[in-house]
C-alpha cells in the first residue's frame, strides 16, 4: 500500500518509530511545505531536540560531499546514528559526484539517512525545508543530523550557519580562504577543514585561516571562547576525518558547559521565526502588488518614473 | 583628489558623463547600501531605461564567465558599449578564472566596464545591489548590461532573471538539462547555450533542453510566442557566439514587438519593490526579535516547547 494513501497521523507514528519509507515520506512532505508540513513539524520539533546538528559548507568543488561520506562512515563506527540532508548543487560534475559518493555510502553503511534536496524548492525554499527535513530525521533518532550545502548563496549558507556546529570546508588553492571570508563563511564557521590537504599550497591555506582568524579576534566574534581549530583533511584517503569528528565532538561539548548550545538553538529559533514570517510577508505583498491600487506605480516605476524604493516604501510603510 | 570627499551629486554627475573612476565609486556605494544608494537610485533609475539589460547564469563551471568575455569582445566589435555586473562565486578556481579572463578582457577592450562582486553582501545583498548597479551602469550609458551570476542559490537566480532576456549556459554531462530544471532556471531561460559544445554529449544535452522545453510548452509558459532557442557554442575558440548575440538581439526585438519588454520591466519593478519591502520588514521582525516581549517565545522554541511556524505567527500575523 502506498504511503501516500495512509493518514498523516500514521506516517509519523511509523517514521518516529524508524521506518525509512515513512521517513523518506514525511521529508517529502516537508519539501512540499504548507499544512502537513506544519503537521509534522508539530510531532517532530520537540523529539528533535537531543540531536546534534552540524553544518557543513564550503566552495562547489572543495570535496565536501566525499568528505561527508567518511564523516557518516566515522560516526556510524562510533555507534552514532548519523543522517544527511544534502542541497544538490545545480552543477552535474558536483551533482555526478554526489550521486557516486550516495551510492558507495549506500553499500558501506545501510543505517545512515542520506536525503539529497534540490537547490531550489517551490514552496518556502530551503531556508524552512532544511530544517524541517533535519528536525524529522532528528526526531526518528538519528545522531548527529548533518546539513550540506554549497557556500555559494545566502539562504544555503544561512542555512547551514543555523546548526549546532558549523564546518567550513576550503581546499588549497590561491586565495581561497579570502573567498571563503568574502563569501560570509569566516564568521560562521566553528571548525575549519582545509580538504585535498595532499595539494600543494595546504599549508598556505592553512596560513591564511590563521591569519584571518587572528584578525577577527582583533575585531570580536560572537564565541570569544572558542577558537574555530583547523584541521588537515584529505577526504579520499580518510586522513584527518577522525580529528574532524573529534573537534565535532569538542564543539559539542564547549556548547554545553559554555551554556551556548542554548544560545544556539535560541539563534536558530530566531532564525526560523524570522525566514517563516519573510515568507508569509513576501506571500502577502506578492499579493498586494496584483492588486489594482499597484498597477499605476508599478506601471511607473517600469517606466522609469517612480524609483523602486520610493515605490516600495508605499508598499511597506503602513506595516513598519 | 580622493573621490570620497567629492560631494555625491557631483560624482554623479562625473558618473552620468562616463567618468570611469566615478563610476565605480558609485558602484561601491551601491554595494554598500543606504542613503548614498538611495540617491544614487534616484539620479539613475529613469536614464536606465534604454539599455537591455542581459542576464546569464548556470552551474558552476559552466564556462560562463569565458563566455561573457567572448560576448563583451563580441558587442564592442558591433559597435555597442556592453559593461557587466559578474557576482564573483566564492570557488576559488572559478574565481581565479574570472580574475584571468577580466585581466585577458581588459586588454582586448578598454571601453567595456567589468564590475565584480561578492556573493553575499552584508547590507541589503545582491538582491538589492545588483539591479542597482546594472541602473548605474545604463544611466552611464553603457548598453547592454550583462549581469553573471552562477546558477546557485535562490538569489542569485532570481537576481539574473529580473533581467530583460536571460540566457541560461548548460555543458554537456549526464544529466546536466536536469540538474538546470532542478535548479529552477528552465523556467527562467529566453535562450539556452550549451557551451564546451565540443566535448562529448553536447548532442544529448541539446536533445535534453528540447524535451523538457516540449514538455513545458505543454505545462504553458510565462511567454508562450517564444520558444527558447538552443545555441551550441564553443567559448574557448568563439565559436557560437556570435549566434548568442544575435538571439540575444532577436529577443529583444520579439519583446518590444509584442509589448512584453513593459511586461519584463514590470516584473521587475515589483521585484524590486517586494525585495525591497521584504529587507525592510526583515529589519523590522528582527528588532522585534530582540525585544523582551519575544523573548520568552524565543526560549519555548529553543527548548522544544513552542514550534517554529506558531511562534512565527506570533511574529507576523499583525501585519497579515
Given at each position: 500500500m502506498s504511503l501516500r494513501q495512509v493518514p498523516i497521523d500514521q506516517v509519523i507514528e511509523r517514521a518516529l518509530n524508524g521506518d525509512r519509507r515513512a521517513i523518506g515520506r514525511l521529508l517529502s512532505l516537508v519539501e512540499r511545505g504548507g499544512d502537513d508540513a506544519e503537521t509534522i513539524e508539530t510531532a517532530t520539533h520537540v523529539r528533535a531536540r537531543d540531536s546534534h546538528v552540524i553544518g557543513i559548507t564550503g566552495a562547489p568543488g572543495a570535496g565536501k560531499s566525499t568528505m561527508v561520506a567518511r564523516l557518516v562512515a566515522a560516526f556510524s563506527a562510533a555507534d552514532r546514528r548519523p543522517a544527511v540532508v544534502a542541497v544538490d548543487p545545480s552543477s552535474p560534475l558536483t551533482g555526478g559526484a554526489i550521486l557516486g559518493d550516495r551510492v558507495r555510502m549506500a553499500e558501506v553503511d545501510?543505517?545512515?539517512?542520506?536525503?539529497?534536496?534540490?537547490?531550489?524548492?517551490?514552496?518556502?525554499?530551503?531556508?524552512?525545508?532544511?530544517?524541517?527535513?533535519?528536525?524529522?530525521?532528528?526526531?526518528?533518532?538519528?545522531?548527529?543530523?548533518?546539513?550540506?550545502?554549497?557556500?555559494?548563496?545566502?539562504?544555503?549558507?544561512?542555512?547551514?550557519?543555523?546548526?549546532?556546529?558549523?564546518?567550513?570546508?576550503?581546499?588549497?588553492?590561491?586565495?581561497?580562504?579570502?573567498?571563503?571570508?568574502?563569501?560570509?563563511?569566516?564568521?560562521?564557521?566553528?571548525?575549519?577543514?582545509v580538504n585535498k590537504a595532499d595539494l600543494p599550497g595546504a599549508s598556505d591555506a592553512r596560513r591564511d585561516l590563521e591569519l584571518m582568524l587572528e584578525l577577527s579576534h582583533v575585531t570580536g566574534q560572537e564565541d570569544a571562547d572558542h577558537r574555530p581549530p583547523i584541521i588537515m583533511v584529505n577526504s579520499l584517503e580518510g586522513d584527518g576525518i577522525d580529528a574532524v569528528r573529534t573537534a565535532i565532538a569538542e564543539h559539542r561539548d564547549h556548547l554545553v558547559t559554555t551554556d551556548r548550545l542554548q544560545e544556539r538553538r535560541r539563534k536558530r529559533a530566531r532564525y526560523e521565526m524570522r525566514v517563516r514570517a519573510e515568507l508569509a510577508f513576501g506571500a502577502h505583498l506578492q499579493r498586494r502588488l496584483g492588486e489594482p491600487e499597484f498597477a499605476a506605480t508599478v506601471d511607473s516605476v517600469a517606466q522609469g518614473d517612480d524609483t523602486p524604493a520610493a515605490a516600495a516604501r508605499k508598499l511597506w510603510q503602513p506595516y513598519a
Open positions: 545501510t543505517t545512515a539517512f542520506i536525503r539529497s534536496v534540490a537547490t531550489r524548492g517551490h514552496s518556502g525554499g530551503l531556508a524552512l525545508s532544511v530544517p524541517g527535513s533535519a528536525r524529522v530525521l532528528a526526531a526518528a533518532g538519528f545522531d548527529p543530523v548533518i546539513i550540506e550545502t554549497v557556500g555559494v548563496g545566502q539562504v544555503e549558507v544561512d542555512v547551514t550557519a543555523a546548526a549546532d556546529t558549523t564546518v567550513v570546508v576550503v581546499t588549497p588553492g590561491m586565495g581561497d580562504a579570502v573567498q571563503a571570508n568574502k563569501a560570509g563563511l569566516l564568521e560562521v564557521a566553528d571548525i575549519f577543514v
